[in-house]
């Protein structure tokens, strides 16, 4: 008997018998539907995806020319602290952004103190930091209570609502070095680092809602595992009806 009418010597590439090749027509076929599923939708997404900035950025961006050249309001230096203090609140930000971050943001609000008050308040920020970086303090009353005072008193300034989250960030991102002015490197670097953390790719695909969930993780986490399932189970119902044509009993 011939090797290629033994049942044990099988190659997917080389199939010898009718049900093999049937076989391996099918795997192929619904190997291209994954494939498709997976990667097609990604490229789509790269397609259609446009870059979209966050409010904050663009609330940013209209009192940036008034802070560089020193004639912003009131309201200009409030918005400028709460957009910086947004992207403070992201999860991954660069330690050397994160610092000039900081003190653009403790610039912006130490100018909206009043001047009779600044000196007290630079004295508070300057012992919570020391608190702050005694690691065994925190959690304590003391430092839960220092805390939530300097959160009370900028986020007044800043005109922060006492429901927002960022009320929380606040007094950890305070910090009194060279407040008296901008840092020097904002002008150059302070708008690309809020674009880099403010502008997200979007399209139809990532806005769009189904079933009460954003499409894009619909399609990826429940789709995509129901899809796979689907094909398993085809390619078992196709599989069986090839054997009952060919006669063949498992």
Not at 124 to 137: N, Q
Not at 220 to 247: E, H, K, M, P
Request: proline share 4%.
């Amino acid at each position: 008997m011939k090797d290629s009418d033994n049942g044990y010597h099988i190659s997917f590439f080389k199939p010898t018998t009718e049900r093999a090749r049937h076989n391996r027509g099918i795997v192929i076929w619904l190997t291209s539907i994954w494939f498709i599923a997976i990667f097609g939708f990604q490229i789509a997404l790269r397609v259609l995806e446009k870059p979209t900035p966050e409010p904050p950025l663009l609330a940013f961006e209209n009192v940036w020319e008034g802070i560089l050249d020193g004639t912003a309001d009131q309201q200009e230096l409030q918005t400028f602290a709460r957009s910086t203090l947004y992207v403070l609140g992201k999860i991954a930000i660069d330690e050397d952004e994160r610092a000039l971050l900081s003190g653009s943001m403790s610039w912006s609000a130490f100018l909206l103190v009043p001047d009779t008050l600044r000196s007290v308040y630079a004295e508070e920020v300057r012992a919570f930091e020391v608190l702050k970086d005694e690691k065994s303090h925190v959690g304590e009353a003391s430092y839960v209570m220092e805390k939530n005072r300097l959160s009370e008193k900028f986020s007044l300034l800043i005109g922060l609502d006492d429901s927002d989250p960022l009320t929380r960030i606040l007094p950890l991102e305070l910090t009194v070095k060279d407040i008296g002015s901008l840092p020097s490197e904002a002008a150059d670097k302070l708008p690309s680092v809020m674009q880099k953390y403010l502008v997200h790719n979007q399209s139809f695909l990532t806005d769009a809602q189904f079933l009460g969930f954003p499409f894009h993780y619909f399609y990826t986490s429940v789709f995509l595992l129901i899809l796979f399932i689907g094909l398993c189970w085809l390619y078992c119902v196709r599989s069986d009806r090839r054997n009952a044509l060919l006669g063949i009993e498992d």
